[in-house]
């Protein structure tokens, strides 16, 4: 699963890494708690990627109501072309998540008593970011507004994952970014090869404190080694 990221910038180099022709206004944050804005990579016709602010919880297209997308943060790859919640906007409307990295959380066993040990996980690259494969839903409200929404699609562990989780988010390399976002792309057979784990030489991981187990801490104190 995935849920909990950090996504610090700066913009200039996201901005460069993602080639965005347009950004939404955000601020640094490094405990990104599902139900919160977050920033997505799509393109639009025209324009090329934007980065838009949207909420982090999918809310299909057909829901009778907002609640579903508090059950929907994440779509498991193996069924994500299926599942009627994510089918359209696996074939059609699909995002970039960044994030410069993301916390686990890792059963250990010590002393006869059992603890959640947080460790953040980032490119091994520190000029890099992560890219999730993302998905879009635009939902109308009972007032008539446009919410839109997202989740993040989620693969079975690398080997530097392995030990801390079972799950990991898919996380995307540059060369895929233009087919992925292309609304033209509906070859969902080619596009379900793509959501394997990432290279475990892309990324590192470390212990961090507990304080980021609760979303309301933030700050960049959270990425420190414990």
Known sequence: MCGRYALYGPLSRLTEY???QACADWEARYNIAPQSAILVVRYRADVGRVGQRVKWGLIPRWAKDAAIGQK???????TVAEKPSFKSGFERHRCLIPANGFYEWQVVNAAGTTRKQPWFIRPANDTDFFAFAGLLSVWKSPEGTDVVTACVITTSANAVMAP?????PVVLPPARFDAWLDPAMRDTDVLKTWLLPASADSMRAYPVSSRVSNARNEGPE???AA
């Open 164 to 168: 801390i989780h079972e799950r990991m």
């Open 18 to 20: 993602f080639d965005l």
């Open 72 to 78: 929907l943060n994440n779509a498991r790859a193996e």
């Open 222 to 224: 959270l990425l420190a």
